[in-house]
């Protein structure tokens, strides 16, 4: 048998004899045709990605570890994007917090602003702020943990309201929990303090710096109370656990049955996350809430680890880490997969959480450190900021900046369920 003619070929007519001109004319129209065919086949699928404000989720195909065929938006490299970054703008941001505003408090280089995160074979949706509010209609998104998820809250908080008319935006305070609302949408984004997830004597939400910590690790009710009905829960603990030994309280507060007992870190830790663990598997309905687990950030407070001095911090970097994988000693890698066995089991129960790795494209930025140039309680002293490796901040991160980028890992993981 001779060879199956190409498809193409079945739209050619059976030639009658005509002039040369009907041929010709006929030629011409079938390879405008064929150009269009194959056109369509090769730019018809679409590719998953951002885009501006237009309106529309992302683009996100199934399938992969990230919603992405094959594709780890964890692994990437940042590259410079001076012209659809920031996001947003500093000063733009009615809601922007000082401890965050690097520019508001001296600082000068911008460059930590535009930098974009492009992960290796595929490309992060851009977070489109009206597509997020739409997807939030009548919802409630809560942001449950540290100072790292508040940062990463004012972060989504600064990438909506820009969309949201000043009379119909604004915050509430209630003890803990800070809440966003956006009337139009009747949605509320919130950040709720619990450092260490279950309840502890760190749990005021400003006299919270004690150094003898103690935590009930058995007892989450007083916090979870508070996030009960949640559309989303955005979880995260990890930087008030980085001590050696941390102390364990059977019974209550201040009761005289309390039974007080010093666990080595990651066994304290562990009991914390299966508490946690238990009261979503029996509180939480994994048809109507969406779960999520920020994986640890990264601190960068040893200049030896990226080649300069030892005495260096983050204090005056302008730059990136090229290096491929930098790992810094700021992160423990047992604790995050102390995290992973546990999301692991809540799977198999029904229960799932999706662990959004942001360690590694964060441990590149050294430059994205608030530094000192920003107000915590009270403004830094003309002492205080002449000593900058006494008083640098290279826990929390600039806005705009890096939780821009995991709040885009968030929206990307929202779209593509």
């Given at each position: 048998?001779?060879?199956?003619?190409h498809?193409?070929l079945l739209?050619?007519?059976?030639l009658?004899p005509?002039?040369?001109?009907?041929?010709?004319?006929?030629?011409v129209?079938?390879?405008?045709?064929?150009v269009?065919?194959i056109?369509?086949?090769l730019?018809?699928?679409?590719?998953?990605?951002?885009?501006?404000?237009s309106g529309?989720?992302?683009?996100?195909?199934?399938?992969g570890?990230?919603?992405?065929?094959?594709?780890?938006?964890?692994?990437?490299?940042?590259?410079?994007d001076?012209?659809?970054?920031?996001?947003?703008?500093?000063?733009?941001?009615?809601f922007?917090?000082?401890?965050?505003?690097?520019?508001?408090?001296g600082?000068?280089?911008t460059a930590?602003?535009?930098?974009?995160?492009?992960?290796?074979g595929?490309?992060?949706?851009r977070?489109n702020?009206t597509?997020?509010?739409?997807?939030?209609r009548?919802?409630?998104?809560?942001?449950?943990?540290d100072?790292?998820?508040?940062?990463?809250?004012v972060?989504?908080?600064?990438l909506?309201?820009?969309k949201?008319q000043?009379s119909?935006?604004?915050?509430?305070?209630n003890g803990?929990?800070?809440?966003?609302?956006?009337?139009?949408?009747?949605?509320?984004?919130?950040?709720?303090?619990?450092?260490?997830?279950?309840?502890s004597?760190s749990?005021?939400?400003?006299?919270?710096?004690?150094?003898?910590?103690?935590?009930?690790?058995?007892?989450?009710?007083?916090?979870?109370?508070h996030?009960?009905?949640?559309?989303?829960?955005?979880?995260?603990?990890?930087l008030?656990?980085?001590?050696?030994k941390m102390k364990?309280?059977?019974g209550?507060?201040?009761?005289?049955?309390?039974?007080?007992?010093?666990?080595?870190?990651l066994?304290?830790?562990?009991?914390a996350?299966?508490?946690?663990s238990n009261?979503?598997e029996?509180q939480?309905?994994p048809?109507?809430?969406?779960l999520?687990?920020?994986?640890?950030?990264p601190?960068?407070?040893?200049?030896d680890?990226?080649?300069a001095?030892s005495?260096q911090n983050?204090?005056?970097?302008?730059?990136?880490?090229?290096?491929e994988?930098?790992?810094g000693?700021?992160s423990?890698?047992?604790?995050?997969g102390?995290v992973?066995?546990v999301?692991?089991r809540?799977e198999?129960?029904?229960?799932?959480?999706?662990?959004i790795?942001?360690?590694?494209?964060?441990e590149?930025?050294?430059?994205?450190h608030?530094?000192?140039?920003?107000?915590?309680?009270?403004?830094?002293?003309e002492a205080q900021?002449?000593?900058?490796?006494s008083?640098a901040?290279?826990?929390h991160?600039?806005?705009p900046g890096?939780?821009?980028?995991?709040?885009?890992l968030l929206?990307?993981?929202?779209?593509?369920?």
């Open positions: 048998m001779g060879k199956r003619p498809h193409l739209l050619l007519p059976t009658r005509c002039s040369l001109r009907t041929q010709f004319i006929t030629f129209a079938l390879l405008v045709v064929f269009v065919v056109a369509a086949s730019f018809g699928e679409g590719v998953p990605g951002g885009g501006g404000d529309g989720g992302p683009k996100v195909a199934e399938g570890s990230d919603g992405d065929r094959g594709c780890d938006w964890s692994s990437g490299r940042w590259v410079r001076n012209s659809t970054y920031p996001l947003y703008a500093e000063g733009g941001c009615a922007m917090s000082d401890q965050l505003a690097c520019g508001k408090f600082r000068r280089d930590y602003q535009n930098w974009r995160w492009q992960p290796h595929c490309d992060l949706p977070f702020a597509a997020m509010l739409e997807k939030l009548n919802k409630r998104v809560v942001f449950v943990g100072s790292l998820n508040r940062n990463q809250w972060s989504m908080v600064c909506l309201e820009s949201i000043p119909q935006k604004y915050m509430q305070t803990s929990l800070i809440a966003f609302h956006a009337k139009e949408y009747n949605a509320s984004v919130e950040f709720y303090w619990s450092p260490l997830l279950v309840e004597n749990d005021d939400p400003v006299n919270h710096r004690l150094p003898d910590r103690i935590v009930r690790a058995r007892s989450i009710e007083k916090h979870a109370r996030w009960t009905g949640a559309d989303v829960l955005v979880f995260n603990s990890y008030w656990w980085k001590r050696p364990v309280l059977w209550s507060f201040g009761g005289e049955d309390g039974v007080y007992k010093e666990v080595e870190m066994r304290s830790y562990k009991m996350l299966e508490t946690w009261w979503l029996f939480v309905d048809l109507k809430t969406n999520f687990f920020m994986s640890m950030s601190t960068h407070f040893w200049g680890e990226w080649g001095r005495d983050c204090y005056n970097e302008t730059e990136p880490i090229k290096k994988a930098y790992w000693r700021g423990n890698a047992t604790m995050m102390a992973e066995e999301i692991g809540l198999g129960k029904g229960v799932t959480v999706r662990m790795n942001v360690t590694q494209l964060s590149y930025r050294k430059d994205g608030p530094s000192i140039y920003r107000k915590q309680w009270e403004p830094l002293s900021i002449a000593d900058p490796k008083y901040d290279c826990i991160w600039c806005l890096v939780p821009d980028v995991w709040n885009e929206y990307a993981y929202m779209f593509s369920r």
